[in-house]
């Protein structure tokens, strides 16, 4: 897990890899105020956006199960709103409460062991890896409307060849 800001310029990406430096430079370049809420391809299924907007909901999340992904990495990108994103490291012996789904990439689970709380405001990001558990859309205080972009980095990128 990775947290930063494209508010504070792009000092902080010295060693990132390039096809996240990619999905930084999208989203740092795109002005989102011009786009409405779906999916929108970067470099076709490989890599590409989720534009939503959502209520968070208050608390550590104890009514929302924390996801996992296998094929891709996700870069929450808040626009609008503050949110909290619950984190954790996936641990041998944790039990999904919904097993991993292939076509929609996820597994979700009830408890994550050790979460901590990145707390968002707009224009920060967290990069979540596979295999990292990670809980958004809540908020420390009262549900507010949130809209956030949500790049999709397929791993495979990132793999050495």
Known sequence: MLVGSL??????RFGIHPAIAKALDFL???????????????????MYVNIMELISKPG??????????RRY????????????????F????????????????YALYRDAADERYIDLSPGMYVILFPNELHRPGLCK???????????KIEASLLERR
Do not use: C
Not at 60 to 69: F, I, L, N, R, Y
């Open 7 to 12: 508010n504070e310029g792009m000092d902080g």
């Open 28 to 46: 740092q370049a795109t002005d989102f105020r011009l786009m409405d809420n779906g999916k929108y391809a970067i470099d076709g299924e490989r």
């Open 60 to 69: 550590s999340g104890d009514e929302t199960d924390a996801e996992k992904h």
């Open 73 to 88: 990495i996700d870069i929450h990108y808040l626009l609008e709103g503050e949110e909290t994103i619950g984190w954790a």
């Open 90 to 105: 996936h641990r041998e012996g944790m039990i999904p409460s919904q097993v991993y789904d292939e076509e929609q990439d």
């Open 141 to 151: 205080t009262a549900p507010m409307p949130i809209r956030k972009a949500v790049v």
